[in-house]
């Protein structure tokens, strides 16, 4: 029995494609292990956003040439976004590789795995096909890929993505994905209900809806936009074990007075959103071709905490995008002071080739500038994040158990099952999705818990539940 192993690296649409071809996989009869130096089939699941990912790729399989010398029947893929951005690089420059394959056609690893088995060579199965110089002219081949949910291909059997949609039409100068998931595409309802109903189920007790604009979703088939998605989530919901339904990730635009109240009015709904702001200055948000002001972006966020007054905000940043002055980086610390996100994701400018950036705007923010500004907003935000978790001190909050803390797991890992302590330590999410560690019996797994909190830190916080 042939073993194959998957390296993850990116946003949780490689979460779950990864699971989707582990089952696929697993049907087929290969069986998965965790070592990637055992594996018969070593696939390596991509991410383009940022030049740092794809580096790691290319030298993770430079290491790999002299082990396929001494293996040749050692198969190894390229998957993903970066499958599909450098597919006519990827072969040139790792000759020893067996399989590229772009994120809308991840249903036919199974098959292009046979047929390298088979003797017919290194095989290439992309996502998009260009048809004219602009880059909107494009002709996707996206398989709306369902492979079954397997519990088993699952890292947390009790929770789940569901993909809504597919691919991007903003093109922000600075954003690959657009180039390599193609154009937005919203799925048919019923397929998505009838995947929640499955895996609820399999036993899952919290969805989340993704998708890369999973605001804009429609359904143009039965006239359904994400609200009335997560109605009939919710109708599930009412039915059945499923206890809780989230979303990710938003954009600003497309925030409207019916998601809000959807997110208000649906007891399952979390009270959460992530919306990226990217900057706070006006000028940089046009570079970006963001679409929105940052006046915009602040009614958006007033709305929200008057629609769900509880809810909790994250974002994302770039720091460092061309032309960004000094004066432009300080009103993106002002909107992250006054805007107390949960949290944010902070980034430095990459620039991506074939995006617009790259092709028409300088590059022109030095490197040690970029990685100042870049400590300098994750010090602002560290201490937001800090203060508003000291507010949880003492209260008792909700958690839907996930599984042991990745410190207890590897203690686990060390001294084996048949000497598992009574207690371990577990860890779990708030609605607002604060992570919360405790002790507790690996019976509460999968299971809603009461807990106090007794101690904080500006992203996790520690506590018991009362006896």
């Not at 396929?68 to 951005?85: D, F, L, R, S």
């Not at 709306?144 to 039409?169: H, L, S, T, W």
């Not at 399999?202 to 969805?207: D, L, M, P, S």
């Amino acid at each position: 029995m042939k073993t194959f192993h998957i390296e993850t690296v990116g946003c949780q649409m490689n979460v779950l494609d990864s699971e989707l071809v582990t089952a696929s996989l697993l049907r087929e009869g290969y069986q998965y292990t965790s070592s990637m130096k055992k594996a018969d089939i070593l696939l390596f699941n991509t991410c383009s956003i940022r030049q740092h990912a794809e580096d790691k790729i290319y030298s993770a399989l430079g290491r790999l040439k002299n082990v396929k010398e001494t293996y040749p029947e050692k198969i190894y893929g390229v998957i993903g976004c970066m499958a599909q951005k450098e597919a006519g690089t990827l072969f040139r420059r790792a000759p020893h590789l067996d399989l590229v394959v772009g994120p809308g056609q991840i249903a036919r690893i199974p098959e292009l795995i046979h047929k390298i088995e088979n003797g017919e060579g290194p095989q290439m199965e992309l996502s998009l096909e260009r048809k004219g110089r602009n880059r909107h002219d494009v002709e996707s081949s996206y398989d709306f890929f369902d492979a079954g949910r397997e519990k088993v291909a699952r890292q947390n059997p009790y929770q789940a993505y569901v993909r809504i949609m597919f691919g991007c039409d903003q093109f922000c100068t600075y954003c690959i994905v657009p180039l390599v998931r193609g154009p937005e595409q919203s799925r048919n309802t019923d397929e998505i209900l009838a995947e929640v109903r499955q895996l609820v189920d399999q036993g899952c007790r919290e969805i989340t809806l993704i998708g890369q604009t999973v605001s804009k979703f429609y359904d143009t088939t039965t006239g359904t936009p994400l609200s009335g998605l997560l109605e009939k989530v919710e109708a599930i919901a009412e039915t059945t074990p499923l206890e809780r339904i989230r979303f990710v990730t938003s954009h600003p635009n497309s925030m409207m007075p019916d998601l809000l109240a959807a997110v208000r009015d649906l007891p399952h709904v979390m009270p959460y959103f992530h919306i990226p702001a990217q900057s706070g200055s006006n000028a940089v948000l046009q570079r970006m071709r963001r679409g929105y002001t940052v006046e915009k972006y602040r009614e958006v966020l007033a709305a929200i905490r008057e629609t769900v007054p509880n809810a909790a905000i994250t974002s994302d940043f770039i720091v460092g995008f061309c032309g960004e002055t000094e004066e432009d980086f300080q009103e993106t610390v002002r909107l992250v002071e006054e805007s107390r996100f949960k949290n944010s994701y902070i980034f430095k400018f990459s620039p991506r080739e074939g995006t617009r950036a790259f092709e028409q705007l300088e590059d022109d923010v030095p490197e040690p500038v970029k990685r100042r500004r870049n400590n300098e907003l994750l010090a602002v935000q560290n201490r937001i994040s800090e203060e508003d978790s000291r507010a949880f001190l003492g209260r008792e909050v909700e958690i839907l158990v996930e599984g042991t803390s990745k410190t207890q797991a590897s203690e686990l890992v060390l001294i084996g099952e048949e000497k598992m302590s009574e207690k371990v330590q577990l860890t779990g999410r708030t609605p607002c999705d604060r992570i919360v560690v405790f002790d507790g019996p690996m019976e509460w797994v999968g299971t809603l818990q009461k807990i106090r909190i007794t101690q904080t830190s500006p992203f996790t916080l520690f506590g018991e539940r009362r006896t």
